[in-house]
């Protein structure tokens, strides 16, 4: 027996094949909702961030509705966490915008006013645009490809008319764009894409209408990509958010009760 096998008493000590795994549990842990929402290797990921995921998705999801207070004693007891993780948690969201402080009352979600959106979707004109270029610029070749199914999802919720399928397409597709422009910097604004198109959602004037247009403007700005005309492809981008502004200012369409969507991909 080798002077490895044996412990300091001079005792063999089982091989290490069989010696059990003594593995460091955290105090704090999120069975139910860790479960659903993350899958395997959720034990890597550090606590703080799981709890902000499972709020994030929460309230993409339209489980918290905008302005809705987010009591921390209930959370924490839903979410089987301390109170520490989950204020921690709180302020990552506060961050990114999507939860706000209420003064005393604590932290809700953001609320979705006429003003709030103006501005956002003032930002997210700058953004697609830009992400639309780059996309022609450096991805034309796989644009289509990646794009097209987007558009024929987003075709298939007009008949019969899903709202809440088309908000979550739509998503997808911005998203898709943001991710062929390979860009890190525009990839950090994906908060306010969700912000506006899910979190946002039921407030936006969302009608069937609109979203017929909507989607031939998407069209129009894939063949831009493809075609590697990122000048058309910004220009296009850029029209398309303007005409969503000129629906809010104006009073358009129609203030669509939407069912909870489905988080998209990219948010797991």
């Known amino acids: 027996m080798s002077k490895q096998q044996q412990d300091h008493h001079g005792q063999a000590s089982p091989p290490l094949s069989t010696r059990p795994v003594r593995r460091r549990v955290a105090e704090d842990t999120l069975p139910g909702a860790l ?12 606590l703080v961030d799981e709890v902000a995921h499972v709020l994030r998705q929460r309230i993409y999801s339209g489980a918290h509705a905008p302005g809705e207070l987010l ?8 979410l089987n966490v301390s109170r520490t993780p989950l204020r921690e948690a709180l302020r990552m969201l506060q961050s990114e ?18 003003q709030r959106l103006l501005n956002a979707y003032a930002l997210r004109e700058m953004i697609d645009g830009l ?5 022609a610029e450096r991805q034309a070749a796989r644009a289509r490809a990646r794009l097209m199914p987007l558009i024929e999802q987003q075709l298939g919720t007009l008949e019969p ?11 997808d597709f911005h998203a ?3 991710e062929l422009a390979d860009n890190e910097f525009l990839s950090g604004q994906m908060a306010v894409v969700r912000l506006t198109s899910t979190v946002f959602a039921p407030a936006v004037l969302v009608s069937r209408d609109r979203a017929r247009p909507a989607v031939d403007e998407h069209a129009l700005v894939v ?5 590697g005309d990122g000048e058309a492809a910004e220009r296009l981008a850029r029209q398309h958010i303007r005409e969503t502004i000129a629906c809010l200012l104006a009073g358009r369409g129609a203030a669509a009760t939407i069912a909870p969507a489905a988080p998209p991909a990219w948010a797991a």
């Open 35 to 46: 479960d659903e929402l993350v899958g395997d290797g959720a034990g890597r990921v550090r």
């Open 71 to 78: 009591r921390q004693v209930q959370l924490s007891q839903q």
């Open 97 to 114: 915008g999507l939860v706000e402080a209420d003064g005393p009352r604590g932290v809700c979600v953001a609320r979705a006013d006429r």
């Open 131 to 135: 992400a639309a270029r780059q996309a």
């Open 161 to 171: 008319w899903s709202p809440a399928d088309y908000v979550r397409f739509n998503v």
């Open 176 to 178: 898709a764009i943001i």
């Open 223 to 227: 063949q831009a990509i493809a075609a």
